[in-house]
């Protein structure tokens, strides 16, 4: 052959279609094992890929999201009136806020020298000798000098320290729970932008704004409200609130948001979920509680009150999730359930060549033998000799 | 056949290579779908698999990030002179800072007794009777005492309550607007870290920092300058500056990342985009403003001067997506492609059996059948046989 | 044929067993080369996929977690004690935690007028002409008087300006660093959950508690011990502590939890990793500071102590990942790995068509080609003329 004949031939044979060659065997119970395999792959496809899970869609799970927090509320504490910026912190409102339920003060705090707390190890003494001047316990409140001294107004002695005095142990006012705080609000301004999708969402309604400053948060008759009283935040976390007073918590307030913008964007409304986020298993040591001071000065020397606050952390946490229809993603798991039917044919084959009766003879059908020996093009009918050429029990009888 | 020869033979035929056969149907026009499907589906695969989404790389998206943001300029209000310790918050430029653009400052409130704000429900009254002592109203700021008393130096009369006096609707000063913070800038530094990849990388360039103080970012002249005035920021989020000083406004600074690995490390930059995120669709209602105080103390009593800021809040967000060679997604994709040109077969002997003409012709060389009538081994050919053994229009004229 | 009997037939062959027809080729140099591939394909699914990866697991990575950190220790600074109160900001204990290691104070600034730092551009000057009345330079602390004063105690002149005076250039006193801050400890105690495994999980154990105040972290024998000291901290993060005091820095404390949910929920323990995430490499410019200010009240005059903080800012990274099995992902993968041996075939079938001698006796074999000439269904055997209808060297010594 001219090697122009030869591009000719490969050019002409480019165009020729391949398939392969199937066998058909008419066995009903093979028949119906392997349809029933090809119905369920497929109907998982259908229901679970494509109805359930959305496998036809472009999904985006990272969205931009913005949170802004604002308590409400006043309580009373004895003699005094608390409002928001008393006892929320911090004050710009971003997803982590704080609100104290329970206070410990120690006013008018002020460097100076006096007895260390008694708890503090190694702070009892009984000498001066007990004392190591210049020493400063890890666990203790300041730089010991050197002098043993009575425990303020009581009879058992502790070592002299330098420090912010008096101690908070010795000094500090424990202050009632806030019990009303039950009743105080948190409103959770939340939006969140879905940068693929370009579909910006929040969780009010823009015309609904002036009605926020009363209403609460309910998940059928007023889900664009997101006004969350601290009560229903503790029993949605299954705590009780009074238990929160006493030791203070962590609760995640988690906001999750599930688009399918193949509907209305509107019809995207987010959930909300609570749950206690630190560990409670054993309640002496659990909790969440924090020191801050307010400093002032009198006559020219800086004083401090100290407060321990116990009270209740909300982590605002938004989870978000979106999709729409794409032809990319739907390409590609029509292609994959295409392939896991054929998975199908692996399936029954295996069982047709093991499990179903005259398998010898079906494998005799699907295998077509080649063996190793030269295959002489002067032979009659090549095909025919070399089928079954090491399945003797059937070439035996073929005449050539 | 003894046992031994049984497993001499399942060995020899383990190693036996099994191929499908493959019937070459040489239809002009058939060959070019077939070809055309195949050459639509090889070019998606390598231009938007490998190409665009770069499918041979192995990828991470969830770097390790950093950000630290400084507010700089000063502006005069009144008499006296803003820095950024008067008007940043809070102080140690984490990944959200506020700016405050405007004050209703309140200044000396203590604890006592004073007028209800009259806008709060139910505050208003006539006579004693309408103050129900002891009780707190939800919206108001503290507890009643069951008195009516005139409104300040006002006429009308509302109840009386225990709280920190003046309440602030009487007695906020309302600053005017900084509007000269047009000119502030916000220094951004933001280093990221692949874990994955081990690369560190940052929007600054090391020898560069001196020049930091005075430049301004541009995307193509000044890419390394993190430094953006709230002017060019509201700009570039669709804002009028004058409109964000009057209620407020959350900002998104979102940095995306997108690094090729394969290519060096140094074409790695960051792109900077602006969002307005916080709802405005209602701008009567919506904004950003935030509420604290400082403490101070005169001759033991504590005094508080109270600030409602209205400002603009900047939350930094960080996205980053890196990818770099690897074998593994490389095989991975590359059999995905060659299962979906698998599949142009399928599509093909659709169209071959449905479609095309001598479709019939084609199936009877394309499925070989296997009746379920036992299988003679006796017969000469059993092959020929069984071909066409129930497509009789062809068998019949095959004489055995 | 009627058309009753044409859908009985079509429902007949619904439930016919369709299967490829393969050729079975005994050459032992191919069957080794497929079974390698064949091998290595399986090794790779079973030992990457299956055991690596885990990927007949449903995986979760965006688990909801909860940080609180607190530090601890004092340090005594010239004749004041520091504690916890004093050099941590915020107070709240969030995934940022600063600690203070370097101030530079400066006491009692007012609003006022006085010299502008000389260090700023165009602030010296010799006459009153050079200072502009009114003027604010960008980088200058205040506004312009426009006279030219002398700065301070010194013999040259700088503008004056309306500010918090004196300016910070010239009052600030720059304490020592704190060096005894490498022995702080700083607490991370962090709670994560996977909401779809439904399992919390803390870096604590609940009855240890009670030791955690003088236990530090060890990957081996304290493991639930999250406790770190600073210098560990720096030392882990290949720092040295006293170039921290010196110009601060932000460190990455990366909590990295790897769950494994088909074993026992206990073992899922977390590690601790340390980086420095603010780029160093020019470390005259680099590292972390801010700038906070106290204010207080002296005789109704606003008084402020500005405090530039030098110090090691902690930002805590939890990154969480868990699986479970699941049938799904078990299913789609031992899919996609039976799709991948199918590829073998592929790659066998060209190494055979192309490299192995005889391949035009396989290739005749495996290829059945149909012409396009019409086929005639008088001829006696048609399956055998169109065989080879155009691999002549074979087909035309077939007797018919």
């Known amino acids: 052959m001219g090697c122009l004949e030869c591009l000719k031939d490969y050019f002409m044979g480019f165009w020729d279609y391949e398939t392969p060659k199937v066998m058909v065997v008419q066995d009903r119970k093979l028949g119906v094992i392997y349809r029933a395999v090809q119905c369920l792959v497929i109907t998982y496809f259908i229901w679970h890929v494509f109805i359930i899970q959305k496998a036809y869609q472009e999904t985006e799970d990272r969205p931009d999201s913005s949170v802004y927090t604002e308590m409400r509320g006043v309580a009373t504490l004895g003699d005094s009136v608390l409002d928001t910026t008393e006892y929320v912190q911090p004050s710009e409102g971003g997803d982590i806020i704080t609100t104290i339920l329970r206070r410990e003060v120690t006013h008018d705090q002020r460097q100076g020298i006096c007895a260390e707390d008694y708890t503090v190890p190694n702070a009892q003494c009984t000498k001066d000798s007990d004392c190591v001047r210049g020493e400063m316990d890890f666990e203790g409140h300041g730089q010991k000098t050197g002098r043993c001294i009575p425990y303020y107004n009581?009879?058992?002695?502790?070592?002299?320290?330098?420090?912010?005095?008096?101690?908070?142990?010795?000094?500090?006012?424990?202050?009632?729970a806030l019990q009303k705080a039950i009743n105080f609000t948190v409103f959770i301004k939340n939006s969140i932008l879905f940068p693929k999708f370009k579909v910006l969402r929040g969780n009010i309604k823009p015309n609904k704004m002036k009605k926020l400053k009363r209403c609460h948060?309910?998940?059928e008759t007023n889900p664009y409200c997101p006004v969350f009283s601290l009560g229903f935040i503790a029993e949605q976390a299954s705590e009780t609130f009074s238990e929160l007073c006493k030791s203070g918590g962590i609760i995640g307030v988690v906001i999750n948001w599930k688009c399918d913008f193949d509907l209305d964007p509107s019809k995207c409304k987010p959930a909300y979920s609570f749950r206690r986020l630190d560990m409670r298993k054993d309640p002496s040591t659990s909790g969440y509680h924090y020191k801050f001071a307010k400093y002032y000065d009198k006559?020219?020397?800086?004083?401090?009150?100290l407060i321990t606050a116990y009270g209740i952390r909300l982590d605002v946490i938004v989870h978000g999730n979106a999709g729409r229809f794409s032809l990319i993603p739907t390409i590609i798991s029509t292609v994959t359930a295409m392939t896991s039917v054929g998975i199908c044919s692996i399936i029954c084959d295996w069982i047709l060549l093991t499990f179903i009766d005259k398998n010898k003879a079906f494998s005799d059908k699907k295998f077509d033998d080649t063996s190793n020996e030269p295959i002489q093009p002067t032979?009659?009918?090549?095909?025919l000799t070399s089928f079954g050429s090491n399945h003797s029990d059937l070439s035996d009888g073929v005449p050539l």
Chains 1, 2, 3 share one sequence.
Request: aromatic share 16%; hydrophobic share 25%; proline share 8%.
């Open 217 to 219: 948060y309910h998940p």
């Open 299 to 305: 006559d020219g020397v800086e004083y401090r009150t």
């Open 379 to 383: 032979t009659t009918s090549p095909t």
């Open 154 to 176: 009581y009879t058992f002695k502790t070592c002299e320290i330098k420090t912010w005095c008096p101690v908070e142990k010795f000094a500090a006012i424990k202050e009632a």
